[in-house]
DNA sequence: AATAACCTCAACCGCGGACGG
DNA sequence: CCCGTCCGCGGTTGAGGTTAT
């Protein structure tokens, strides 16, 4: 038995969006918000499936998305993320406010790979092309780990305190030898700047994770109406860098 | 000027994970 | 615990634009 279709395709528009359909979509999400992206097509009267809808608002109508070319800095940036988190694109947003993990994605893919290649490094291992061999990258979040162990109200990590910041961790690279590389000026504490649209904070189903509407956005300090127990953007790295161990 | 080759990036696809019944 | 539904992610595709010949 095969997984269900996400909508019903025999009634819907594919490829690009008209100005009309994104007028639209962006009408219909100033007034109601985000969120069941899988009624949406019919409640804003577009023949799109959901998640058409999503990925074109996300990608691209959303209004805090900084348009135009990276710059240097954001290059730089992308590059140390990407050697320590890897293909994790939506991370790697997370960290460059006002720009989505598919633009990165492609500019990965169209830029900065090519940059790397041009400079001698490997884009997947992030080594010189040169000392390929024997190249077993373990990434440690040790660090975060103890802190988080610390914490014994269990490893959560709150926006409102600056202890228990990613910016904490100490990002230490084991490149094949057991040379340590550190990175000390990333910070990878979350930065995401919330849109611009007016909206009470409601609790939400994103990622898989109960978080209120403000901490989804990257947590308003000392809210006191957030009522999660988690940070979402810190909590979800948390598992993707225990992940990173096994890469 | 024509067209072939290459590049860019918006959009699609399929999968995995989380949640609710 | 199981199953169906939904969301979000990462990989891939292909249309349109640009550059080279």
Redesign the pocket.
Known sequence: ????P?CE?AHT?????TKEEDDRLTAYIKAHG???????PKAAGLL?????C???W???LRPDLKRGNFSEEEDELIIKLHSLLG?????I?GRLPGR????I???W???IR?KLMSRGIDPVTHRSINEQHGSNITISFEAAAAAAREDNKGAVFRRDEPKMAPAAITHQMEWGQGKPLKCPDLNLDLCISPPIQEEKPVV???????VCFSCSLGGLPKSTDCKCSSFLGFR?AM??FRSLEMK
Do not use: F
């Open positions: 038995m095969g997984r269900s996400c395709k528009n594919k490829g690009a969006w985000e969120g069941c992206w899988r009624s949406l799109r499936c959901g998640k058409s999503r990925l074109r996300i990608n691209y293909n994790k694109w939506s991370l947003a989505t993990d598919n633009e994605k492609n500019y893919n169209t830029h090519r939400k189903r994103e990622a898989g994770v109960g979800t598992l993707d």
